[in-house]
């Protein structure tokens, strides 16, 4: 039960950086004035990890990406989904379909690759 | 403070008592093995509509933590609005096959919120929550199964360890307000489930890698 408890208060988390993701999601769901802030605080999370050269959490790449691509920023949301895809293989076939979906939006020409 | 400790075993070995045997059986996970997990929106069981959100943004950390890919939990909600599943209970029940094909997991984790409340009295007030967790194979097989309900109610002559304390007041501190602050029970009860319980889920391939 101590370790349990333990567990809890100090939030042994030994795999990733998050940068206070969960608790930047849970703010800005309930205030979604606080979407940009979220965007913000995990740039700067992504930009910490990858210059110590450590792994980026799972989804941060993607979230970020979401939030661009919700305000309409396409070419950063395509930019994100790619470092998503590229660095976690169990996203890449989310991801490019995602992908794909914006790039195909604006043109509505067939993508050739 | 004995008596949350008193309160939280108790719940502990209600959780073990309802499986019968101590141990999981966690076979039909193995044979799934997982790489990736996807969750959906929570289904809401309780009067806060604010809760299913809430719960979900506490879910990836734990779960990617225990060495797993875990989509993307606002991404995913995204593209299920786009497809027109707006509502946590309408995404449960689509197939699963058809969900993790769509998304190409492994797994999905289905939680379901059966209570987020406060119940105020004049002495003290008791906060609950209490949650289904269910993951399913990309085939539609259930591979884990899971029930939390964690509750609390803060005593004015607190007293016990210093750590015990903290919590104590992190807790005491959100139900001072107008509106309570579920979000450390409900990390307290993922944690139990996923992590730190007697029945966690296995070690994802990530954290087989960083172990070695």
Redesign the interface.
Known sequence: MALALSACATKKQDMYQWGGYDGLLYEAYKDPNKVEEFRIKLENQIAASESAKQKVAPGLYAEVGTIYLQSGAKESAVKYYKLERDTWPESKALMTSMIENIERRPTKEEIKK | MKKL?FI??AL?MTGCATTNVSKKDFSAFETAAP??ILIVPTVNHSLDV?AP??V???L??PL??K?????????TK??LEQEGLYEGDLVQRQKPEVLAKL????AILYVTINRWDAQYAVIVTTVTVDFDYRMVSKEGVEIFKENKKLQYSPQNNASG?P??Q??SAAINAAVARAKPNY??LT??AN??VF???KNPIPDGP??AI?NK
């Open positions: 400790i939280l075993c502990v790489r990736s604010d959100n809430y979900l943004s506490t990836p950390v990617a933590e060495g797993y890919y875990v989509f993307p939990v606002n991404t995204v593209v998304f190409g997991a492994d360890s750590l015990a903290l919590i979000m450390p990390r307290m944690n139990d992590v730190t319980g990530y954290k960083s």
